[in-house]
């Protein structure tokens, strides 16, 4: 094993004063994020996904193992491949596999089996998880943690997203193996979230829903 190569950390303080000005504008910032399901059609330079997906790439992961594979579809035939392979899933957990207590807390977002967003919106980015690697001996060995990696990176994709003006959607068509199918990915990869990027309708309406405060969502221990 060689030595492990190290280099000085680029880091920047700010002063105190102005560290909770910056917290308070970045939760500002997300606190806007909604999940948006009324896409518009109207088109999103390909930089703009490219510069999310960059930023999603510099989430921490298990060993660097980097899991992750970000498919960003504009393929107006692909996308209407996914959205029927989709809705014919979706329509069977709808109204055969999903357990009342499950539709239950569905009921107050209004989804249902009709994908609409995956044909409007001008981007579907599906985002794979590498659940082996090549070893650099050429034969395959696991990646490690790559959910909780995978997971990280999509939460900093949608951060990204809404930081820049558009709108997106945590999609989870069940199950997803049609996606590694249409998509042509290689056993490895297993597809872990679908990705709807664009604008807004206009007019489009999200649900009226609280976010939890944080006496709900922490415990301090000091
Ligand atoms: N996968 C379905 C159902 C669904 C499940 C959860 I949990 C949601 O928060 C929203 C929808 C779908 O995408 O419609």
Request: proline share 8%; aromatic share 10%; hydrophobic share 40%.
């Amino acid at each position: 094993m060689d030595e492990p190569d190290f280099v000085p950390l680029q880091f920047t303080p700010f002063p105190k004063e102005e560290m909770g000005k910056r917290a308070l504008e970045f939760f500002e910032m997300l606190n806007k994020r909604r999940s948006m399901r009324d896409f518009s059609k109207q088109p999103v330079a390909k930089e703009l996904i490219e510069q999310a997906i960059r930023s999603a790439g510099t989430a921490p992961s298990g060993a660097h193992l980097q899991p992750w594979t970000f498919v960003a579809i504009s393929n107006h035939e692909l996308k209407k491949k996914i959205r029927t392979a989709a809705e014919i899933e979706e329509k069977k957990s709808y109204e055969q596999r999903m357990p009342e207590e499950w539709l239950e807390v569905l009921a107050p977002l209004g989804t249902d089996f009709v994908k609409e967003h995956l044909t409007d919106a001008p981007w579907v980015v599906v985002l794979f998880r590498q659940t082996m690697r090549l070893r650099e001996n050429g034969e395959w060995g696991p990646t490690y943690y790559s959910t909780e990696s995978v997971g990280i990176a999509a939460g900093m994709f949608i951060s990204a997203i809404h930081q820049m003006g558009l709108c997106t959607l945590t999609h989870t068509p069940s199950p997803m193996k049609f996606l590694g199918e249409i998509l042509k990915r290689p056993n490895h990869e297993t597809a872990m979230l679908v990705l709807p990027v664009g604008y807004p309708k206009d007019g489009a309406k999200v649900p009226n829903i609280e976010r939890k405060d944080l006496g709900e969502i922490s415990v301090f221990l000091e």
